[in-house]
């Protein structure tokens, strides 16, 4: 019970990060590097007082550098992408890109996936593939590059996540490092930076809610998932982010849209009903 419970409140938490983001982004309340700084700043800042001043050993510590990497790998192009595409298609983007980054180091990891795990797979992939494929109702490119390359991110940092010992403290140390490390990028677009108060607040809200505790409970959650079913269930985000980008965000859901959602989240109900029936 406990696994699903910590893997549904994590779905929400990465689904809340794509609608507010796109809240802020879409009305210009913020500009993308801005809220990565705030967004990375906060999450550190609360994750400090959340946990104590011990540091970790130093496997923990040589976890974190990379972490931190992973973490800006991820969440700087995030909000790149999503000055240019939706709510919905940005998560069905980014999922995509991490299961078949997960799924491709599980197997060198040496994880075999069941047959239907495999169909799982191709079905979610085929789906992001039809997605993006050209048409009136295509992502703008740019801005699918750029999730893509986030989700490659977040799919090493949920790799690099499952041999942590101490969440909390992991996670902790990978949002004040990653601030530190964004601030060179924030400081080279300064002619673009634009601040404001709503602005400022969605993108405490994403760090310090959505991610920074978010993230912990995920750390939490990977100790019971193998990487393929980590990567499967994490495409079930897409969907809850869709229907609160038309909630939240005033978002159209296009056919593509609904058709693309629909062959992953079927593919990914295959894929995990077999680990289940093991």
């Known amino acids: 019970m406990l696994p699903f419970v910590l893997?549904?409140?994590?779905?929400?938490?990465?689904?809340?990060?794509?609608?507010?983001?796109?809240?802020a982004l879409g009305d210009a309340a913020i500009d993308p590097?801005?809220?990565?700084?705030?967004?990375?700043?906060?999450?550190a800042i609360t994750l400090l007082l959340l946990t104590s001043l011990k540091k970790g050993d130093k496997s923990e510590r040589k976890q974190s550098w990379r972490g931190a990497g992973y973490l800006v790998l991820y969440a700087l192009p995030f909000s790149l992408a999503y000055v240019r595409i939706d709510t919905g298609?940005?998560?069905?983007?980014?999922f995509g890109a991490v299961q078949l980054t997960m799924i491709g180091l599980g197997l060198r990891?040496?994880?075999?996936?069941?047959?239907?795990?495999?169909?799982?797979?191709?079905?979610?992939?085929s789906g992001v593939v039809y997605l993006v494929s050209p048409g009136a109702s295509a992502p703008d490119p740019v801005g699918a590059g750029l999730m893509v390359v986030s989700g490659i991110g977040w799919g090493l940092?949920?790799?690099a996540g499952k041999g942590a010992d101490n969440p909390a403290l992991v996670t902790a140390t990978n949002f004040r490092r990653a601030a530190?490390?964004?601030?060179?990028?924030?400081?080279?677009?300064?002619?673009?930076l634009s601040l404001s108060t709503s602005g400022i607040l969605l993108a405490t809200a994403s760090g310090a809610l959505a991610s920074g505790l978010g993230y912990t409970i995920w750390y939490s959650a990977l100790k019971y998932l193998s990487a393929t079913r980590a990567a499967l269930v994490q495409l079930s985000v897409p969907a809850i982010a869709a229907a609160g980008g038309v909630v939240f965000v005033a978002e159209e859901i296009t056919?593509?849209?609904?058709i693309s959602s629909s062959i992953i989240l079927g593919s990914i109900a295959l894929g995990t009903i077999s680990r289940t029936k093991r």
């Open 180 to 192: 530190l490390v964004v601030v060179p990028a924030t400081a080279l677009a300064w002619g673009q």
């Open 157 to 159: 940092y949920s790799i």
């Open 33 to 43: 590097y801005a809220f990565t700084a705030v967004r990375l700043g906060a999450g």
């Open 7 to 23: 893997t549904a409140v994590t779905m929400l938490a990465f689904a809340a990060n794509s609608v507010l983001c796109r809240l």
């Open 109 to 125: 990891s040496g994880e075999r996936p069941t047959v239907l795990e495999w169909l799982g797979l191709l079905g979610a992939a």
């Open 255 to 258: 056919l593509r849209l609904a």
């Open 89 to 94: 298609t940005g998560a069905l983007l980014l």
